[in-house]
């Protein structure tokens, strides 16, 4: 199978059940301990922003636009994740979170989709997040037992 360099695909077995790993997802504060400050709400059309560190190499300012595409309750999760008007990366992608149960725990797949491989910018944030996601992903455990995070 050969990678998809539009997109980037995580599978992880989180040990907490969907409902707690819902939450993770969508409430603000929850998201900000593994993701990034935010000022999400989940209602589909509202438009949010994330508040990251700038990365000059992937055209990224720090700050992440981002507007709720849709959800159904404990099993996915659709976000639009848009670089600022004025970033040089352009990027217009999606992640899609889809949770299924497992066994006493949550099997969470991530895809975030939307990556033009000829835009240099976009092809080093496609190299750079799909290094960084499953990191990321792995901190939601920590973040819903309030333990620390760690840096992905």
Not at 4 to 13: A, C, H, K, L, N
Not at 36 to 43: G, I, Q, W, Y
Not at 53 to 82: D, N
Not at 95 to 115: A, K
Request: hydrophobic letters at 35%; charged letters at 25%.
């Amino acid at each position: 199978m050969t990678e998809d360099p539009r997109t980037i695909r995580v599978d992880e077995f989180l040990p907490h059940p969907p409902a707690a790993v819902w939450r993770a997802l969508t409430e603000p504060d929850l998201l900000a301990r593994w993701l990034m400050p935010n000022d999400f709400r989940l209602e589909v059309g509202h438009r949010f922003l994330f508040q990251g560190t700038p990365l000059p190499k992937a055209g990224f300012g720090g700050t992440g636009h981002s507007e709720v595409l849709g959800f159904e309750p404990e099993r996915m999760l659709k976000i639009s994740w848009c670089a600022a008007p004025s970033d040089e990366s352009g990027l217009d992608s999606t992640v899609t979170f889809t949770l299924e149960p497992e066994g006493e725990g949550t099997r969470l797949f991530l895809e975030h989709d939307g990556f033009d491989p000829d835009d240099p910018y976009q092809a080093y944030s496609r190299r750079f997040m799909g290094g960084g996601w499953p990191g990321v992903v792995r901190n939601i455990g920590p973040a819903i037992d309030g333990a620390p995070v760690s840096s992905p």
